[in-house]
């Protein structure tokens, strides 16, 4: 079992939509959690940073941590075109801080 | 502007020939690492750097090299390059213990 797990998708939404993207996880050590966002041809940027569980909201972001269900979210409100991109989790161990990157998930918003 | 910068962009070459790509930070960062992403299996580290003249091996080193003789360079070099080694690859840089990675855009490389 890959230490991130996360569904490729694609996931298609229409414009204003409500999207979740998720990731599950296997080392209970992991204690930071990211989501990055990458278009087309460019390098991944980071959305998102929490080291606890529970909720974290920026702008039409949350991101939302269960550590005992090893269990990550990304909630984006208010989908619109210019959100379609790959978006990847990832999860870093405490001391290392040395991430481990889903594999990502292709998000397409359609008008 | 802060950033990472890599060269070239895209970059095609023949089995064997030994090439470079060059990375560079302006940040100040600490930390960087080289990474591939391939379809279907994400990123992966190749190397990273905890400072100046420190390296170790990421999750996939076989046929790559690294140094880091100073701060802001971190250039990955491939002596003897395959085909296996066709992807896009990035650097990205980060403070030690801080909160994620900058990225720069990526070089797309192709072994023929």
């Known amino acids: 079992q890959k230490e991130v797990e996360q569904d490729p998708g694609p996931l298609s939404v229409p414009e204003g939509a409500i999207v979740s993207l998720n990731c599950t996880y296997s080392?209970?050590?992991?204690?930071?959690f990211m989501w990055y966002r990458q278009y087309s041809r460019k390098g991944p940027e980071l959305l998102m940073y929490?080291?606890?569980?529970g909720n974290k909201e920026d702008g039409r972001f949350t991101a939302q941590v269960d550590k005992s269900s090893k269990y990550i979210s990304l909630f984006i409100r208010d989908s619109q075109p210019s959100d379609s991109a790959t978006y990847l989790c990832?999860?870093?161990?405490?001391?290392?801080?040395?991430?481990?990157f889903g594999r990502g998930t292709s998000l397409i918003v359609h008008p | 502007e802060a950033q990472v910068t890599q060269n070239p962009r895209y970059l095609i070459t023949v089995t064997g020939k030994k090439l470079t790509v060059t990375c560079s930070q302006n940040?100040?960062?600490?930390?960087m690492s080289w990474y591939r992403q391939d379809p279907g299996l994400g990123l992966r580290q190749i190397y990273y750097?905890?400072?100046?003249?420190?390296?170790d091996k990421g999750d996939v080193p076989e046929g790559y090299k690294v140094s880091r003789k100073e701060k802001r360079n971190f250039p990955l070099i491939l002596e003897s390059p395959s085909p296996n080694q066709t992807s896009l690859y990035f650097c990205a840089s980060r403070v030690t213990g801080g909160n994620g990675y900058t990225f720069g855009s990526g070089t797309r490389l192709t072994v023929v």
């Open positions: 940040m100040n960062h600490e930390y």
């Open positions: 929490t080291y606890s569980s």
């Open positions: 750097s905890m400072n100046v003249e420190v390296t």
């Open positions: 990832a999860i870093a161990s405490g001391g290392s801080y040395i991430p481990t």
């Open positions: 080392n209970s050590a992991f204690q930071y």
